[in-house]
């Protein structure tokens, strides 16, 4: 089993910022990327930023020079460093994970989601 745990979310103001964490945990043998997505009301689901396997990072573009995705490879963490918010920003935030498990099957896992609300 592997879990996905967020925090961070909460109210901010417009301009504010907010940092999300999502640590992975369980019977994982590698983690393969990580990225952040966000869902607003009657929207899809989108990409807000992932890291890649070679260490790469990607963003939407939505959110360049405001946003930052981070790794802590030793604690299994992801982070998203949320700068400049906007009211546009406000959304559920879901963490995802590649996982490959103890038995080498790769699967990715989703965190439970953390609401980010952005006041005008």
């Known amino acids: 089993q592997v879990q996905l745990v967020e925090s961070g979310g909460g109210l901010v103001q417009t301009g504010g910022s907010l940092r999300l964490s999502c640590a992975a945990s369980?019977?994982?043998?590698?983690?393969?990327?990580m990225g952040w997505y966000r869902q607003a009301p009657g929207n899809q689901r989108e990409l807000v930023a992932a890291?890649?396997?070679?260490?790469?990072?990607n963003y939407a573009d939505s959110v360049k020079g405001r946003f930052t995705i981070s790794r802590d490879y030793a604690k299994n963490t992801v982070y998203l460093q949320m700068n400049g918010l906007k009211p546009e920003d406000t959304a559920v935030y879901y963490c995802?994970?590649?996982?490959?498990?103890?038995?080498?099957?790769?699967?990715?896992?989703w965190g439970q989601g953390t609401q980010v609300t952005v006041s005008s």
């Open positions: 369980g019977l994982i043998f590698s983690i393969n990327n």
């Open positions: 890291t890649t396997t070679g260490g790469g990072t």
């Open positions: 995802k994970a590649s996982i490959t498990t103890m038995t080498r099957a790769r699967i990715d896992y």
